[in-house]
């Protein structure tokens, strides 16, 4: 019998950096693109603000949703959408890794709920410690207990999903990372941003980081390389290709 063809795994673009960073390195799905490796799974970027419909469950190897400058609790129309075939992918046991925005989305899609940090923002290079949960859970076991990662973010998730598994969190934010169903994350942080990335959103947010009383200078010196939680994207790929090759063989 001839070998099906691999399904794509979803890039779903839900916002777009700043202009000066994106002429020089690319945008979210090129960053998340290159964090996933030498991937054998092809790649389809969708972008429902756009209009693009996003694809059924059975079209897909699995999705990876990205970080947005816009508010989930703002219940846009493309949002409130795609929060909607979210959960459609969880019901079918479709592999979803939701980021920043996309990690609030589908908490607040499955029944938590996404709203503003009661502290403001979380920004810069930050230590995230692993929940038990983690230890045997498929993509973050064998990271470190504690880990350092890049975040940007006003808004969390504020409650989970009464399913909900909480696998990540530090003293700022109690959810870093959780799962839902066998195979859907979402990740507070940016396993797609590196070091260059993180110093760009530090110095466009500089005016806004001053107004607060942090000192951008600061913050700047403090961002480092997140090597494990950069690896994530390939972890979640290699899930991905290893349903697909199931999927092939039976």
């Known amino acids: 019998m001839p070998q099906l063809p691999a ?19 690319g945008d979210f799905e090129h960053w998340m693109a290159s964090g996933l490796g ?12 756009r209009g693009d ?13 990205s970080g ?9 129309a493309w949002s409130e959408a795609t929060g909607r075939w979210l959960a459609g992918l969880v019901a079918e046991g479709t ?30 290079t930050v230590e995230v410690e692993l929940a038990p949960a983690a230890f045997d ?4 076991q064998g990271l470190p207990t504690r ?5 940007v973010h006003a808004q969390s998730a504020l409650r989970l999903p009464a399913d909900a598994v909480r696998l990540a969190g530090n003293g700022f934010e109690r959810t870093h990372a959780f799962r839902i169903g066998a195979r859907a994350w979402g990740v507070q942080f940016h396993p797609e941003f590196d070091a260059d990335v993180m110093r760009g959103y530090v110095d466009h947010l500089a005016d806004d980081l001053r107004s607060r009383g942090d000192d951008p200078a600061v913050l700047r010196e403090r961002v480092r390389q997140t ?24």
């Open 7 to 25: 399904r794509p795994l979803a890039i779903v673009k839900l916002g777009d950096t700043f202009p000066q960073l994106r002429e020089r390195r």
């Open 38 to 49: 030498t991937t054998r799974l092809p790649l389809r970027v969708v972008d429902p603000r």
């Open 53 to 65: 419909a996003l694809p059924p469950a059975s079209d897909i190897s699995g999705a990876i949703v």
């Open 68 to 76: 947005s400058h816009a508010m989930v609790s703002h219940r846009a």
């Open 95 to 124: 592999p979803v890794l939701g980021i920043c925005f996309g990690h609030q989305l589908l908490a607040d899609a499955l029944g938590g709920e996404a709203g503003d940090h009661p502290d403001g923002m979380e920004i810069g």
């Open 137 to 140: 859970d498929a993509l973050l």
């Open 147 to 151: 880990f350092d990662a890049h975040v």
């Open 227 to 250: 090597p494990a939680a950069s690896s994530l994207l390939e972890r979640f790929g290699q899930i991905a290709e290893a349903l697909e090759d199931a999927r092939q063989a039976a």
